[in-house]
């Protein structure tokens, strides 16, 4: 007699979206940003944004399409998604960085600024609901624009992003702020530790954020399942509680990972997370005031998974298979989740 444990088929829905490449005049350059609204967008509902950065000498479309895609999570999410582009750094031999060299006075702080204006005034976006996450360089920014620009923006995510000493001096914090770190410890280009007193080691990063919002002093430590064995890597969440605003502050650590994005369709890396999964499940949690409900006696459970299709099932090898009997497999959703089932025969 076969036994089969929470087996689940879901088909695989493509419906049409909004993806547009827009421009804005802003400071004497022609800047780009990639827009996505998605099918359930509507303009009776205030809708959160999401704005995603890319990495140093990076572009916004490679990103969206190779790293960070978070469209089929706005899909079943309902969130505008924004990837913004960089521009040419001259004293960086023209690579695309959000932090320029010296002597320029460039400042993409307000740039950002100008686009939340921009496209409030052409979706009904809630404001209280305005999110950055950024990878490398583009997670260095987020955390600038969480100090610099904290009286717009919500909460932040960095992946694999670090922070340079002196980045925190101008933070004006106005309001709980929420942040989530992910972060290899092998990282060779952000080091965890930093040994050339360059960055801030990400305890420290950590710890800051953790002061700043007045959580418990010590976070709470949980090991994650080891989805796949073969990535070389393992993960801990580190959860600060009970901040201002019922915030949190958490740091994802990647135990001998490197400079990635992590995520179960990356044949490198970690692919015991998706990183974009774990950004958005974090984020959404929060608004100006904190965590949403933070008062309410009637909890929202923001670990309930929303519509979701099933789009991959692969062993913990990453291969495609659907007929593995006793072992384990890796359910992947268009949302970003993945669960592990086993089939008992």
Same mark, same amino acid.
Request: net charge negative; proline share 4%; glycine share 6%.
């Given at each position: 007699?076969?036994k ?11 419906i ?25 967008y ?69 740039f ?15 404001l ?22 904290? *009286? ?5 995510? !960095?992946?694999?992003?670090?922070? =340079?000493?002196?980045?925190? %001096?101008?933070?004006? $914090? ?87 994005w ?26 100006? *005031? ?5 008062? !309410?006696?009637?909890?929202?459970d =923001?670990?309930?998974?929303? %519509?979701?299709?099933? $789009? ?27 669960e ?6």
């Amino acid at each position: 007699m076969k036994k089969i444990l929470l087996l689940l088929c879901f088909p695989y829905v493509v419906i049409s979206q909004q993806l547009t490449t827009e421009n804005i005049w802003y400071d004497g350059n022609n800047r780009e940003y990639i827009l996505y609204v998605p099918q359930t967008y509507s303009p009776s509902i205030s809708t959160p944004i999401l704005f995603a950065f890319h990495g140093g000498s990076g572009y916004a479309n490679d990103f969206m399409n190779y790293e960070a895609d978070f469209r089929s999570i706005a899909d079943t999410a309902n969130f505008i998604l924004v990837y913004p582009q960089a521009l040419e750094d001259p004293g960086d031999g023209n690579s695309t960085n959000w932090l320029h060299k010296e002597p320029t006075d460039h400042k993409d702080i307000f740039f950002i600024e100008t686009l939340i204006d921009t496209i409030s005034s052409e979706y009904n976006i809630d404001l209280n609901r305005i999110y950055a996450c950024g990878y490398s360089l583009g997670g260095m920014f987020s955390y600038e624009l969480a100090c610099q620009l904290n *009286n717009k923006i919500t909460a932040i995510a !960095s992946v694999a992003g670090a922070a =340079f000493y002196g980045a925190f %001096s101008s933070c004006s $914090i106005t309001h709980p702020t929420a942040v989530l770190s992910i972060n290899g410890t092998d990282d060779d280009i952000h080091p965890y530790n930093d040994q050339n007193g360059w960055y801030f080691s990400v305890a420290s990063i950590d710890s800051f954020w953790a002061y700043s919002n007045n959580t418990d002093v010590f976070p709470i430590t949980t090991q994650l399942p080891d989805l796949n064995t073969s990535d070389g890597s393992t993960v801990e969440r580190y959860s600060w509680q009970n901040g201002d605003g019922c915030v949190s502050v958490e740091e994802l650590k990647i135990i001998n990972g490197g400079h990635d994005w992590p995520s179960p369709f990356s044949s490198w890396g970690n692919q015991d997370i998706n990183a974009s999964a774990e950004v958005w499940k974090f984020l959404s949690k929060f608004d100006m *005031n904190g965590l949403i409900g933070c008062n !309410s006696t009637n909890q929202i459970d =923001f670990n309930i998974v929303k %519509s979701q299709n099933l $789009i991959r099932i692969v062993d913990i090898l990453g291969r495609e298979n659907s007929t593995c009997k006793n072992k384990p497999l890796l359910y992947i959703y268009d949302n970003g989740e993945v669960e592990k089932k086993i089939i008992f025969e």
